[in-house]
């Protein structure tokens, strides 16, 4: 197959008819459209698939947490309690536990199967940022720098009950007095915090110490998002600066880098190909004033080693905020401004398409 051919095939074009975006469907071929999760009422902030990939979790600027089936799009259930918009979300390795921070200026612990709160961890402004380490016992989440309190990252052991009674993390690393932290993750066997912070700057905090092991400034704006690989070898950027970045997770020495015309609000590497998936658009205050088809509101799919776009899902009418690849590789899904999650299954000419440099 020729690599325009493929280009062809897998690009959503009306006629032309990628069965990936559900723009069309080839003649005699069944038509996959994508799963439309209608379960918020303002745009999506973060969107999370557990280990199993079964479960996709869903937050917004709303104060619903959703869960739902992800192979047919049936919600599932809700957790409810939340007053504000919740920025973030993370299930732990065995899908027992979940984990949500909001501008309620709280971070909350649920029982995933029966939507009960565990936990409530009160902060002095809003979590932005929160995540289980490896093995579900330790949890980390970022506050941000507003109403005069500084940023901090703070990690609490649920296995010792009185540090969640007493609302008194085990460890509280305050950052950078100039950048508050806009994205992080937890680094390879929970040893360290890769954090994202609003002038670009990437930091490894040590989860033992507090330390700052390795810093380094590749973004020129904003880091708004960062997914680690399926190994945790490496990690995506999606950064303002209308570029994703491939960074090492032990080094954080820059690989690779995407490059798109406009802000980049999420980017997920694929667990099965060298394929990253980008989702982003212009500023959701400008999204008004242009058509969808200007606003750029696709998905853009780049290989990771000639870091070349080589396919593109359209859908969202708005900017997309948040994408996670399944962990089997063979579907994704995208949360956008509009307030919708799609789910997108792949189409068997994207398994047997072949990048020809």
Same mark, same amino acid.
């Given at each position: 197959?020729?690599?325009?051919?493929?280009?062809?095939?897998?690009?959503?074009?009306?006629?032309?008819?990628?069965?990936?975006?559900?723009?069309?469907?080839?003649?005699?071929?069944?038509?996959?459209?994508?799963?439309?999760?209608?379960?918020?009422?303002?745009?999506?902030? &973060?969107?999370?698939?557990?280990?199993?990939?079964?479960?996709? @979790?869903?937050?917004?600027?709303?104060?619903?947490?959703?869960?739902?089936?992800?192979?047919?799009?049936?919600?599932?259930?809700?957790?409810?309690?939340?007053?504000?918009?919740?920025?973030?979300?993370?299930?732990?390795?065995?899908?027992?536990?979940?984990?949500?921070?909001?501008?309620?200026?709280?971070?909350?612990?649920?029982?995933?199967?029966?939507?009960? &709160?565990?936990?409530?961890?009160?902060?002095?402004?809003?979590?932005?940022?929160?995540?289980?380490?490896?093995?579900?016992?330790?949890?980390?989440?970022?506050?941000?720098?507003?109403?005069?309190?500084?940023?901090?990252?703070?990690?609490?052991?649920?296995?010792?009950?009185?540090?969640?009674?007493?609302?008194?993390?085990?460890?509280?690393?305050?950052?950078?007095?100039?950048?508050?932290?806009?994205?992080?993750?937890?680094?390879?066997?929970?040893?360290?915090?890769?954090?994202?912070?609003?002038?670009?700057?990437?930091? &490894?905090?040590?989860?033992?110490?507090?330390?700052?092991?390795?810093?380094?400034?590749?973004?020129?704006?904003?880091?708004?998002?960062?997914?680690?690989?399926?190994?945790?070898?490496? @990690?995506?950027?999606?950064?303002?600066?209308?570029?994703?970045?491939?960074?090492?997770?032990?080094?954080?020495?820059?690989?690779?880098?995407?490059?798109?015309?406009?802000?980049?609000?999420?980017?997920?590497?694929?667990?099965?190909?060298?394929?990253?998936?980008?989702?982003?658009?212009?500023?959701?205050?400008?999204?008004?004033?242009?058509?969808?088809?200007?606003?750029? @509101?696709?998905?853009?799919?780049?290989?990771?080693? @000639?870091?070349?776009?080589?396919?593109?899902?359209?859908?969202?009418?708005?900017?997309?905020?948040?994408?996670?690849?399944?962990?089997?590789?063979?579907?994704?899904?995208?949360?956008?401004?509009?307030?919708?999650?799609?789910?997108?299954?792949?189409?068997? &000419?994207?398994?047997?398409?072949?990048?020809?440099?």
């Amino acid at each position: 197959m020729t690599r325009k051919l493929s280009l062809a095939l897998f690009r959503c074009v009306p006629h032309i008819a990628s069965r990936v975006c559900g723009a069309g469907a080839i003649p005699g071929a069944a038509e996959m459209k994508p799963i439309l999760l209608q379960g918020h009422e303002r745009s999506i902030t &973060q969107i999370k698939y557990n280990r199993e990939g079964d479960l996709l @979790f869903t937050v917004a600027k709303d104060p619903i947490v959703n869960v739902w089936y992800s192979v047919n799009g049936e919600r599932l259930g809700t957790y409810t309690g939340h007053t504000g918009a919740v920025w973030c979300v993370d299930a732990d390795w065995d899908t027992k536990h979940v984990l949500t921070g909001s501008a309620d200026n709280s971070c909350r612990l649920w029982d995933c199967e029966t939507g009960k &709160q565990l936990a409530l961890l009160k902060t002095n402004s809003a979590v932005r940022t929160c995540g289980f380490d490896f093995g579900g016992n330790i949890i980390m989440f970022s506050t941000d720098k507003q109403m005069g309190y500084q940023c901090f990252v703070s990690f609490f052991d649920l296995r010792d009950p009185s540090q969640i009674d007493s609302n008194e993390p085990y460890m509280k690393i305050p950052c950078n007095a100039d950048a508050k932290i806009t994205s992080a993750v937890w680094g390879p066997l929970g040893e360290c915090i890769i954090a994202g912070h609003e002038n670009g700057e990437l930091n &490894q905090y040590s989860a033992k110490s507090g330390e700052v092991m390795v810093n380094v400034k590749e973004h020129s704006r904003q880091i708004n998002d960062i997914q680690t690989s399926r190994d945790m070898t490496m @990690f995506v950027t999606a950064s303002k600066d209308n570029t994703a970045k491939l960074f090492d997770s032990t080094t954080l020495e820059h690989q690779k880098t995407f490059r798109t015309e406009r802000p980049v609000n999420s980017a997920a590497l694929s667990p099965i190909y060298d394929h990253v998936v980008l989702g982003g658009g212009q500023e959701a205050m400008d999204v008004t004033t242009t058509s969808t088809r200007i606003g750029k @509101f696709e998905a853009r799919f780049f290989h990771i080693a @000639f870091e070349e776009e080589f396919g593109r899902v359209k859908g969202h009418f708005g900017p997309i905020n948040s994408v996670a690849f399944h962990p089997d590789g063979k579907s994704y899904s995208s949360g956008g401004e509009d307030g919708y999650v799609r789910i997108h299954y792949f189409d068997p &000419q994207y398994f047997e398409f072949e990048f020809e440099a």
